[in-house]
């Protein structure tokens, strides 16, 4: 089942990633990132970094899309500018270089030797596992309070300058 999750989770993940960059429309591209973020965040909660994947899917997939979704609506879509290409050479040169990627990751794949089979469970499964929710809101609202109440009146302040931003466009 774990190994049908991921396969699942994998091949969305890299499906979503190309089309991030093979859309043409800004809009498309940033919702096909947040597929593939999401779908990382699987991945991370396989790994039973739930902390990891919980920070992935806020901060990532959750506020900074969001920003970059509203700086894309803020730019004006309506009338884009097509602009010749001025580099000659860049499809051949890129076609040349993703085929020498490719050429390198076979090699590199056909040399790697099969990971060790972990007999002690997953990495989180211990109790006094220091990466688990648990140990890390534990430390982050004991030890580092104040830095932690200073990035939110950071973020805060943030979130105030882009609404008067936004407020004078229109």
């Keep these: 089942?774990?190994?049908?999750?991921?396969?699942?989770?994998?091949?969305?993940?890299?499906?979503?990633?190309?089309?991030?960059?093979?859309?043409?429309?800004p809009m498309h591209s940033a919702l096909y990132l947040i597929?593939?973020?999401?779908?990382i965040a699987v991945l991370y909660l396989q790994l039973?970094?739930?902390?990891v994947a919980a920070v992935q899917v806020i901060v990532y997939a959750g506020a900074i899309m969001v920003l970059f979704l509203f700086v894309l609506m803020l730019l004006d879509q309506e009338n884009p500018?097509?602009?010749?290409?001025?580099?000659?050479?860049?499809?051949?040169?890129?076609?040349?270089?993703g085929l020498l990627l490719l050429v390198e990751l076979l090699f590199l794949s056909a040399r790697a030797q099969p990971p060790a089979v972990l007999t002690s469970g997953a990495p989180g499964s211990s109790p006094g596992f220091p990466g688990s929710v648990?140990?890390?809101?534990?430390?982050?609202?004991?030890?580092?309070?104040?830095?932690?109440?200073?990035?939110?009146?950071?973020?805060?302040?943030g979130m105030v300058g882009v609404i008067v931003l936004a407020k004078r466009k229109l």
């Design 48 to 51: 039973s970094a739930q902390f």
């Design 35 to 39: 597929i593939t973020l999401l779908c």
């Design 81 to 97: 500018i097509d602009t010749p290409s001025t580099l000659r050479y860049q499809n051949p040169v890129a076609a040349v270089m």
């Design 134 to 157: 648990e140990s890390v809101a534990e430390s982050m609202f004991t030890r580092y309070l104040f830095p932690f109440e200073l990035t939110s009146v950071l973020l805060l302040i």
């Design 1 to 25: 089942m774990d190994y049908f999750l991921f396969s699942v989770a994998a091949i969305i993940a890299v499906v979503s990633a190309v089309l991030v960059i093979v859309q043409r429309n």
